[in-house]
């Protein structure tokens, strides 16, 4: 771990953080949102609004229990707060530099493996037992494309909870869902190519942006492939058809993957 991380004040990484944006230090590419700095050789971080302690608390869990053989998640070091008043708090989430390039600069195509191994860490993800409570580790309002642009708005503290929430949106279908037998496993729930990175050896993967992330039936993260934006089909078509032929989703899952999509879009279009 870098000394910086180890011995510094928040303060001093903070102004680190700000620095590098300045001079060419960020890794990330998008105009809005959080941004993703390097602040040394070996440490980068995450900061904005809506980076939450809850994201580092679920990415750490990630880091603890992946193996590391299947696929990498970068190591957290610290989360840092800062509340200002009469605005949103700033979270910055201290983590391992991971260098390599993002999937989405490499040609699927031409490597269709990368597919294959993408499917696999999906299907060990979904082998990650988390406890009872749904949503991001440790608790937390869930974030991400099931709950709409601003997140669900809620925390969950049971599954029984989650289903009343997702049945209340249902209503407008003449649905319901029961995820009452279904294991909470390890969810990504972004899984996209700009959210993974090939490392330098062109071989080892690691997944980062673990914001929509939580504790979830399994079949959540199936449904959530197709609502990845930008739309992505060299990767997502085989990356879909790889995971029904690993993961054997029954009826009653295929059932629900579709029935989680229409929670979703019920909270696109209305305020409930």
Known sequence: MSLVVAVS????????CHQAARDEGRLDRQEYGPRVVKISEDIAVKYGCGVTASEAATQDFAYRMVDPSIVHIPRVYRFIEVKSKGSRPKGYIV??????????????????DIVVRMAKTILHLSQIKGGTTPGPFGGGRPQGYIWGDDGAKTEFHSLEEMNVYMDKRLERHNDTIDLTPYPLVLCHLDMCRRNIILEEDNKSLCLVEWDHAGLYPRFFEFAMIPCTFP?????EKPLMQELERLMDFTDEEK???MLVQCVRAANLRWIL
């Open 95 to 112: 983590m391992d530099y991971i260098p390599g390039k993002c999937l989405s600069e490499v040609d699927i195509e031409s490597d269709p």
């Open 231 to 235: 739309y992505d089909g060299a990767f």
């Open 9 to 16: 004040s928040e303060e001093y990484i903070i102004n680190l």
């Open 255 to 257: 059932k629900f993957t």
